[in-house]
Every structure is written in C-alpha cells, then in structure tokens.
C-alpha cells in the first residue's frame, strides 16, 4: 500500500480524501444521514431560518434544505462519478490503443474523435437529451457520448511520448504481449495524467449536470439535485441570498476537494515528484549538532 | 542461429501525400553463430539501429527475412526470453516507476519460475554485475548512468536468452564506466555462452569485445571482416575508420 502511504503523508491530499469520502458515504447512506425526507413539503415552514430541527433551514416549499443536499449527493457526485468512469474507461482504452499502435489504428481512432469533437459540447449534449428526452441518465449517457472522444485524444497524447521509450521497446523485443504491455507499463505511467485530466472533467461535469437541471433538463422535479436547488432559491436571491449557499458551497468544496486529491495522486504515483524519506533527513540534523558540540568541547 | 538474408527497409518521407520513401537499409545478409559476438559498425545515420529493430523483430523488413533458430522473429513466440536488448539510453530503458527489484522480476515472469526462485535468481544478477542486493528498493532516478546501465544488463541477461541486442550499449557513459562494463559483457558471456550483436560506432569498443565485425555505410553491408585482420581491410571507409582511432 505504497500509494496509500504516500496520500496520507500528503496532508491537503489526505485531507481533500477523507472529505470526498465521508461526501461519498453521505450520498450512498441518505437515509441514514438526512434527518427528515427531503421530498417533504410543510408550507407553514417555508423559507424558514436554521433552527434545531432543520439544520440549514428550509426551501421555499418549506422542504429541509439539509436533507436535500445530502439527498443531492446521488445524482451530482455519485452518478456524475460514474458516468465519468464509463468515459475515462472507454476514451482512456482507445487513448492507449491509439497512441501504441499507431498507424492505422491512430489514424481511425483519432478521426472519429476530431468528429465527435467537432460538436460544440453544450449543443450536442442538448441534442442528444432532445432526442432522449430529459432525466439524469439521459444526460449522463449524453455525457459519456460527449466526454470519451476528448479523453482518448489527451490520453493519447501522453502515451505517445512514452510507447516510443526504450522499457517499451525492451518489452516488446523479449516477446511479452501488446496487451500485456499496454496494462502493465504503459497504464502506470499515464495514470498521473488520466487522474489530472479526468479530475478537472468531473469538476466540469458537476457544473454541467447542476446547470442541465437549472435548465430543467436534467433530474425532475421533486428530487434533489444541487443544480435544481440553486435554480430554485434563484427567485429569493437578493431577498434570502442564503438559500444559495448551501448547494453553492456544495458544489465548490466537492470540485476542490477533487482537484487538490488529484494533484495529490499525481504526486503519489510519481516515484520521482515523492520526496523520500523526510523523516531521516530529521534525524541527520540533531547528529550534526552533537558533533558540531563535540568539537568544540 | 541467426540468420539475416536480403534484408531491405525504406521509411515514407514525412508528409501524408508524399509517395517517396528513404532507403535505409538495402540488401542485408549475415549470420550469427551461437555464441559469437558479433559487431555492427557505422556512423550516424548509416541505418544501423534500424537493423537492430529490425533484428529484435519488433519492425518488419520490407523485403528478405530475419531468422531465429529457424523461425521468423517476427513471431512473438519465437523470441519469447529467447532474445534480449540493451539499449543506449539508460534513463529510458528502465521504467520509471518500477524499482529495480520490479524491474528485474518483469522479465523472469516469461519463465515458469516461482516467485521465491525469482528473487533469489535477483540477488543472483545483481551481484554479476558488480551490484548488491541494496539496489532493489531504488528506483531508475536514483541510480548512476553506469548503475542504471549495469541493471539494463542484468535485466537483459536474466532470462538466459541465446543472443542479446547491444545497440549503443556502452556509449553514452564515460570512459573508465565503459570499460567496466565491457568487461562485465565479456564475463556474463562466458558465464551464460551467448551471442552478442553488438551496434556501435566506436570500432575502439568493437575491437575490445567482438570475433567479428561487420562495417555498415550508408545501409549497405561495406565488409565484414574477423577481429584479428582487422588491421587489412580493404574498403576505404574501414580504414578511414580505423585511421581516426588511431590518431
């Protein structure tokens, strides 16, 4: 568990984990976590401030606001997670294959991908819940449709600089298999490049998700969803700015904590960005001072 | 046991509608005995490591074959452990994120050992090659050119192939680690009686280590001569060769 070790030595690292972690465990366990059912409606408590029994207040139809976040968790981290998996596992594949083979191979994969790419993101994604029709996992399946093609274009890339290097050539000489290869060398040392790339599209994938249910494409309307709760304390901005804030604040701790643990991994997969062993480094300074101590005596 | 007959490669000239290619190698034939070592020389560009990819299998001939014990080395199965490399750059030939111990024990796994015997069969390599077993927990950044060089050969050597591929094995390090690990080349073949083919345009290190020569210009074969006439060759690239060695 080197990896491990390393996260944990990283304090911002370890940090952004565990409350990524406990945001996860939150959303898997909703109905432990949230004290009242967030679809609710108790119009006597509407626009109610915080009090003991709901923490952070409640919506404009008197629903508790805490309950929704966590309720929120679902569709705005956890099926975005997945969503992001399918295309980091599928553009991430093609990436390797592309940049491996080349050749013939690259030259059709990244063709289809310059088509998929020529879509403008937004639109095409509006296309295809237009086609589908609205509700989460249609647009999750228009995330994947959108997202895999600009994976496997940077994945590519970064694999390209290594499938030329020597450990390749080496590999391949000694008789071992393409597919072999590609999961045992050529993975590990674009992991830290897939974990930059594919943290900083899950940052953007939240905000997408948050803003298709703003539009009133994505998730319907009694459930939770972070986006759809900002969109709903939108008509009480300037008169009660502090419905807002809870998805807000939501949203921007889970896309930092995601960016920051990803720099974290970077560097924990990197045997070379880790800075070993700092403990003995400690060690060696109070025995030079003995010396310096002896000296003198 | 290796047999190269007729050997051509050409390269496409950059640009995707450009229909002219580069020759870079033209009509190649030598053999390699078992056991021999043979050397390749010639300068930059003379289309050298091109026939040692070509040789390793890993790139196909346009035209003629390579033959490995009777087989094409093409084939995967062929060269499986059976033909091995060092390369010139040291800093890329290891992975970087695999420590030494990792790196040694790749290879190995192509052959039926258990893992208790691979590590043993670790210890073992290092020591060869002048290395202890304080070596296996670093990693290729924390090593020396001559170091990481060392644990390329030990790597190379490790599945006991019949021939290895030096290609600029000794080049990039400096003068008295070059002789070292020259040195250390001629023990493990004595120990392991394999080839070597041996890529180089120091005719200095060639002599030092080969039975045979083979001089390449321009990707064509000039001559071949054995180690001890290599006083009276006849091509003037040879002895020009030879003149600036010598001077």
Same mark, same amino acid.
């Given at each position: 568990?080197?990896?491990?070790?390393?996260?944990?030595?990283?304090?911002?690292?370890?940090?952004?984990?565990?409350?990524?972690?406990?945001?996860?465990?939150?959303?898997?366990?909703?109905?432990?976590?949230?004290?009242?059912?967030?679809?609710?409606?108790?119009?006597?408590?509407?626009?109610?401030?915080?009090?003991?029994?709901?923490?952070?207040?409640?919506?404009?139809?008197?629903?508790?606001?805490?309950?929704?976040?966590?309720?929120?968790?679902?569709?705005?981290?956890?099926?975005?997670?997945?969503?992001?998996?399918?295309?980091?596992?599928?553009?991430?594949?093609?990436?390797?294959?592309?940049?491996?083979?080349?050749?013939?191979?690259?030259?059709?994969?990244?063709?289809?991908?310059?088509? @998929? =790419?020529?879509?403008?993101?937004? +639109? $095409?994604?509006?296309?295809?819940?237009?086609? #589908?029709?609205? !509700? /989460?996992?249609? %647009?999750?399946?228009?995330?994947?449709?959108?997202?895999?093609?600009?994976?496997?274009?940077?994945?590519?890339?970064?694999?390209?600089?290594?499938?030329?290097?020597?450990?390749?050539?080496?590999?391949?000489?000694?008789?071992?298999?393409?597919?072999?290869?590609?999961?045992?060398?050529?993975?590990?040392?674009?992991?830290?490049?897939?974990?930059?790339?594919?943290?900083?599209?899950?940052?953007?994938?939240?905000?997408?998700?948050?803003?298709?249910?703003?539009?009133?494409?994505?998730?319907?309307?009694?459930?939770?969803?972070?986006?759809? @709760? =900002?969109?709903?304390?939108?008509? +009480? $901005?300037?008169?009660?700015?502090?419905?807002? #804030?809870?998805? !807000? /604040?939501?949203? %921007?701790?889970?896309?930092?904590?995601?960016?920051?643990?990803?720099?974290?991994?970077?560097?924990?997969?990197?045997?070379?960005?880790?800075?070993?062993?700092?403990?003995?480094?400690?060690?060696?300074?109070?025995?030079?001072?003995?010396?310096?101590?002896?000296?003198?005596? | 046991?290796?047999?190269?007959?007729?050997?051509?490669?050409?390269?496409?000239?950059?640009?995707?509608?450009?229909?002219?290619?580069?020759?870079?190698?033209?009509?190649?034939?030598?053999?390699?005995?078992?056991?021999?070592?043979?050397?390749?020389?010639?300068?930059?560009?003379?289309?050298?490591?091109?026939?040692?990819?070509?040789?390793?299998?890993?790139?196909?001939?346009?035209?003629?074959?390579?033959?490995?014990?009777?087989?094409?080395?093409?084939?995967?199965?062929?060269?499986?452990?059976?033909?091995?490399?060092?390369?010139?750059?040291?800093?890329?030939?290891?992975?970087?994120?695999?420590?030494?111990?990792?790196?040694?024990?790749?290879?190995?796994?192509?052959?039926?050992?258990?893992?208790?015997?691979?590590?043993?069969?670790?210890?073992?390599?290092?020591?060869?090659?002048?290395?202890?077993?304080?070596?296996?927990?670093?990693?290729?950044?924390?090593?020396?050119?001559?170091?990481?060089?060392?644990?390329?050969?030990?790597?190379?050597?490790?599945?006991?192939?019949?021939?290895?591929?030096?290609?600029?094995?000794?080049?990039?390090?400096?003068?008295?680690?070059?002789?070292?690990?020259?040195?250390?080349?001629?023990?493990?073949?004595?120990?392991?009686?394999?080839?070597?083919?041996?890529?180089?345009?120091?005719?200095?290190?060639?002599?030092?280590?080969?039975?045979?020569?083979?001089?390449?210009?321009?990707?064509?074969?000039?001559?071949?001569?054995?180690?001890?006439?290599?006083?009276?060759?006849?091509?003037?690239?040879?002895?020009?060769?030879?003149?600036?060695?010598?001077?």
């Amino acid at each position: 568990m080197n990896l491990y070790k390393n996260i944990r030595n990283d304090k911002l690292a370890a940090l952004s984990f565990s409350v990524i972690l406990v945001i996860v465990a939150a959303g898997l366990f909703a109905p432990l976590f949230a004290p009242h059912d967030p679809n609710e409606v108790q119009m006597e408590l509407r626009y109610a401030s915080p009090s003991w029994g709901y923490l952070l207040g409640n919506d404009h139809l008197g629903r508790c606001i805490l309950s929704r976040l966590i309720y929120g968790i679902r569709p705005s981290v956890l099926w975005v997670f997945v969503a992001l998996v399918i295309s980091v596992v599928l553009g991430g594949g093609l990436g390797l294959i592309a940049g491996y083979f080349r050749g013939k191979t690259d030259a059709v994969i990244m063709r289809i991908c310059d088509v @998929m =790419l020529s879509f403008p993101g937004y +639109v $095409m994604s509006l296309a295809v819940i237009g086609i #589908l029709g609205a !509700g /989460l996992t249609n %647009v999750l399946i228009a995330f994947v449709l959108m997202k895999w093609a600009w994976f496997a274009r940077v994945i590519r890339t970064s694999v390209l600089q290594y499938a030329e290097s020597d450990y390749i050539k080496f590999s391949k000489a000694l008789g071992f298999g393409n597919f072999r290869i590609i999961v045992k060398q050529l993975l590990p040392v674009s992991l830290p490049d897939i974990a930059v790339t594919s943290s900083s599209a899950f940052g953007a994938m939240i905000l997408q998700i948050s803003g298709f249910s703003f539009l009133g494409l994505g998730i319907e309307a009694p459930h939770a969803e972070w986006g759809m @709760m =900002l969109n709903e304390a939108r008509e +009480v $901005m300037f008169t009660r700015p502090e419905l807002m #804030l809870a998805p !807000g /604040l939501a949203i %921007v701790v889970i896309v930092t904590a995601v960016n920051f643990l990803s720099d974290g991994l970077q560097v924990a997969l990197d045997p070379k960005l880790i800075v070993s062993k700092p403990k003995l480094q400690r060690q060696e300074i109070p025995s030079a001072v003995e010396r310096k101590g002896e000296e003198v005596a | 046991m290796l047999i190269v007959e007729g050997v051509e490669k050409s390269y496409k000239k950059s640009g995707i509608f450009s229909r002219e290619r580069t020759r870079v190698l033209e009509d190649i034939s030598f053999e390699c005995k078992a056991g021999e070592c043979l050397g390749i020389i010639g300068e930059s560009g003379s289309g050298k490591s091109t026939l040692g990819r070509l040789l390793l299998g890993i790139e196909k001939p346009d035209r003629g074959t390579v033959s490995f014990e009777g087989r094409s080395i093409t084939e995967r199965r062929a060269r499986r452990g059976g033909v091995s490399a060092v390369f010139q750059d040291y800093t890329s030939s290891l992975h970087p994120f695999y420590t030494v111990e990792q790196a040694l024990l790749e290879p190995l796994k192509l052959t039926d050992m258990k893992l208790k015997d691979m590590r043993k069969k670790v210890d073992l390599l290092l020591t060869q090659v002048g290395l202890d077993a304080a070596y296996r927990k670093k990693y290729p950044h924390e090593l020396s050119g001559g170091e990481a060089q060392r644990v390329c050969i030990a790597r190379a050597v490790s599945t006991e192939p019949r021939w290895i591929l030096l290609d600029e094995a000794v080049s990039s390090l400096d003068g008295s680690v070059q002789l070292q690990v020259l040195e250390l080349l001629k023990n493990l073949r004595e120990i392991y009686g394999m080839s070597y083919i041996f890529i180089t345009h120091d005719i200095q290190a060639a002599a030092y280590i080969c039975d045979r020569l083979i001089l390449i210009r321009s990707g064509r074969i000039d001559e071949i001569v054995p180690i001890e006439r290599l006083k009276d060759v006849q091509s003037a690239y040879a002895r020009d060769l030879l003149r600036m060695m010598i001077t």
